[in-house]
């Protein structure tokens, strides 16, 4: 009977899918294959636009974030917990760890996009962070430990970190908030969240009019990234209790202008068009927001 029905539908030329639970079960997975390999391919894409395509602007910021992380490069304090939160190809490794080796510090990337971790292994290769002591030197070790992962919801314990690094994340995280609340939540109290972002140009402005407008192409094209985000009120309201250091600037060729009139040379770059203006600096968590609390910290 189920040859003669077989034979009756085929010679028809009709095409029907079968409905019994083992093709149910084939077709969900090969749907998921097909899923896994496409999500794969779009990782290894942005990968390469966040690395190389990135290139330039990195050059460009360099000597604001040697500012910004000389802090934690130069802290007397030792077995720091520190935290990145996207941290991409760890391009901002080098403006602290090479320092920080010998301190027995626990760093721990966390990234969505697993294709691009492969490039931070590199990045912690290509800077010897984790190479042992020559016999005879009493250092404590370096250790590493890069995560696929979600800002939002890290599954860190709580206090967990001294000190959390966030660089052009909060532009494409679906929730400011959400992220700034589980960053409070695995800061320790006192322990400082360094940050770099680009933000909304100033309202009724030409350069803001066009955010405004490019803003959902900008979403599909630079993996859910938005041109037009008040990212500077969102981490005010995050760390109300405690204190925060801020600079607006912008990346000019050839240099970069703060609000304030200061200005960084800056090696040749294009500049930043869209993602223009910029805010960067430290936020220090104040009171603590945990049941149970842990002792203060200072970086």
């Known amino acids: 009977l189920q040859g003669g029905r077989r034979a009756m539908l085929l010679g028809t030329g009709l095409m029907m899918p079968c409905s019994c639970a083992a093709c149910a079960e084939e077709a969900e997975a090969a749907s998921a294959r097909s899923r896994s390999f496409l999500a794969r391919q779009y990782d290894k894409a942005q ?28 802290s007397p304090r030792e077995n720091l917990s520190i935290v990145e939160l996207g941290i991409g190809s760890a391009p901002n490794l080098q403006y602290f760890a090479p320092m920080r080796r010998g301190k027995g510090d626990l760093i721990t990337g966390i990234d969505s996009n697993a294709e691009i971790l492969d490039r931070a292994r590199d990045t912690i290769a290509s800077l010897r962070l984790l190479e042992q002591a020559e016999e005879g030197q009493l250092e404590q070790p370096m250790r590493v430990n890069l995560v696929v992962g979600d800002a939002e919801r890290t599954g860190l314990p709580d206090s967990f970190a001294d000190a959390v690094i966030a660089t052009l994340v909060l532009c494409s995280v679906e929730s400011q908030d959400a992220v700034l ?7 320790k109290p006192g322990g400082k969240f360094y940050f770099v972002e680009h933000v909304a140009a100033g309202a009724g402005t030409p350069l803001r009019l066009a955010q405004d407008i490019l803003n959902p192409l900008q979403r599909v094209v630079a993996g859910g990234c938005n041109l037009n985000r008040d990212t500077a009120s969102a ?21 970069i202008l703060f609000d304030n009139g200061f200005a960084l040379s800056a090696p040749e770059s294009s500049g930043a068009s869209l993602i223009s203006p910029h805010i960067s600096g430290e936020a220090t968590a104040g009171e603590c927001i945990l049941t149970r609390c842990p002792p203060r910290v200072t970086i």
Request: glycine fraction near 12%.
């Open 181 to 187: 609340r589980e960053i409070r939540r695995i800061l």
């Open 235 to 255: 981490i005010s309201r995050a760390f109300a209790d405690g204190d925060i250091t801020q600079y607006r600037w912008d990346l000019l060729p050839g240099k």
């Open 47 to 74: 990968a390469a636009a966040l690395s190389d395509g990135m290139a330039d602007y990195e050059r460009g910021v360099a000597p604001m974030k040697r500012r910004l992380f000389g802090g934690l490069a130069g």
